[in-house]
């Protein structure tokens, strides 16, 4: 059956938005219409048309950009750890099931972000994509956003920057590396364990890791940048001395240009949805997690120290010496210095032919924008 077949409830013009199918989507700015289609079963897309897309990050921000694009809005991906899970209850939606299958959709994303460019008052700085939820999510086969805001980008001399689980960015090879040769472009694959089961069970809407390893190489024999986030690990599930053992020798297997690596965060949202997964999947864990997170987002001083030593230690066995992009200095004082830790390769540096020469920055205190 033909997509455009499958709209929920086509939007009578003039109803203001009321009249759709799930009370969840009231009110959703901009809502065109509803779809559901068999190729994706249990996901419902929201097509809505964004009047901005270019978000500023918010100032002070630890984060090495200042502005973002994210043409999505929930994920399905559905990872359980997923620190954005809070960002979809400002949509009404909640930070669970609705994450993951409710996806927003600015479907005009690609034109309006043109339009933003082209403003005098742009000032060419560099814009990441993968911020908030993957770009590269399995909804990009059908909409194929990311093609039109790679080439506005670099057709106006914007610096960009792409994160993602999504191993569709293969599609988009060829345009990257034409992209590079007008602008400065990093690539970000996320990439945080090897035990194929594991990732099935904590992330399952995502490609496994071996296809992620085979994204990366792809990446590097095609000439472009590819840093690694490897993070979250998970305490007693992925932290482990084979396991990260196996994580960075493949890391460097791949080619990896940088990695950086923390541990996992459970923030408002976040937090109760992993704790539910942690009770149904692995209940002999769950009082080791509210003992190691307490009532905050963080792990322990005390963990984030031991695991830090761990990470430098396979690391420099594996080739990743450099002390830039995850160093763990003063991380165990501040853990929301992890977070902006962006490893060699996914930062787009000016005259580095897209390769990032620097193995991560970080900018002053603050909290990103996110969508």
Same mark, same amino acid.
């Given at each position: 059956?033909?997509?455009?077949a499958?709209?929920?409830m ?30 994706? =079963?249990g ?9 901005s ?26 990872? @359980? ?6 960002s ?15 996806? @927003? ?12 460019? =082209? ?36 057709d ?24 590079a040769?007008?602008?400065? @472009?990093? @690539?970000?694959?996320?990439?945080a ?10 992330e ?54 940088g ?21 149904r ?38 080739g ?8 763990h200095?003063?991380?165990e ?5 992890e ?27 603050g ?5």
């Amino acid at each position: 059956m033909r997509w455009d077949a499958q709209a929920l409830m086509q939007r009578p013009a003039g109803d203001g938005g009321g009249n759709v199918a799930s009370p969840a989507l009231l009110p959703l700015a901009g809502l065109v219409r509803s779809v559901t289609t068999p190729e994706f =079963a249990g996901i419902t897309f929201h097509e809505v048309t964004a009047k901005s897309v270019l978000n500023k990050v918010v100032a002070g921000s630890r984060m090495p950009f200042e502005w973002t694009v994210n043409p999505y809005r929930g994920c399905s991906h559905a990872c @359980v750890y997923c620190f954005a899970r809070k960002s979809h209850t400002y949509l009404d939606f909640d930070a669970g099931l609705d994450f993951d299958s409710q996806v @927003v959709v600015k479907v005009n994303a690609a034109e309006v972000l043109r339009k933003e460019l =082209a403003k005098p008052s742009w000032g060419r700085h560099q814009v990441a994509l993968g911020t908030n939820t993957d770009p590269y999510q399995r909804a990009e086969g059908r909409y194929q956003l990311m093609p039109g805001i790679i080439t506005a980008l670099a057709d106006s001399g914007t610096p960009l920057s792409i994160l993602t689980k999504g191993t569709l960015l293969a599609r988009d090879i060829p345009l990257l590396k034409s992209a590079a040769t007008q602008v400065p @472009v990093g @690539v970000g694959i996320s990439i945080a364990m090897t035990d194929e089961a594991l990732s099935e069970a904590v992330e399952p809407g995502t490609p496994g890791p071996r296809a992620r390893l085979k994204l990366v190489s792809r990446l590097r024999d095609a000439g472009l940048p590819c840093g690694v986030m490897a993070m979250p690990i998970l305490p007693w599930l992925s932290d482990s001395d084979d396991a990260l053992d196996a994580l960075f020798g493949s890391l460097a297997a791949a080619g990896a240009t940088g990695v950086t690596a923390g541990a996992l965060y459970l923030k408002p949202g976040t937090r109760e949805w992993f704790m539910q997964w942690i009770a149904r999947n692995h209940p002999e864990l769950t009082g080791r997690y509210r003992g190691l997170y307490g009532t905050g987002s963080y792990a322990s001083k005390e963990y984030r120290s031991w695991l830090a030593a761990k990470v430098r230690f396979f690391k420099q066995r594996h080739g990743f010496t450099s002390g830039h992009g995850f160093s763990h200095r003063d991380l165990e004082d501040d853990p929301r210095t992890e977070e902006a830790q962006y490893p060699e390769g996914i930062l787009p540096v000016s005259g580095t032919g897209g390769r990032d020469t620097r193995q991560g920055t970080v900018a002053p205190p603050g909290q990103p924008t996110l969508f």
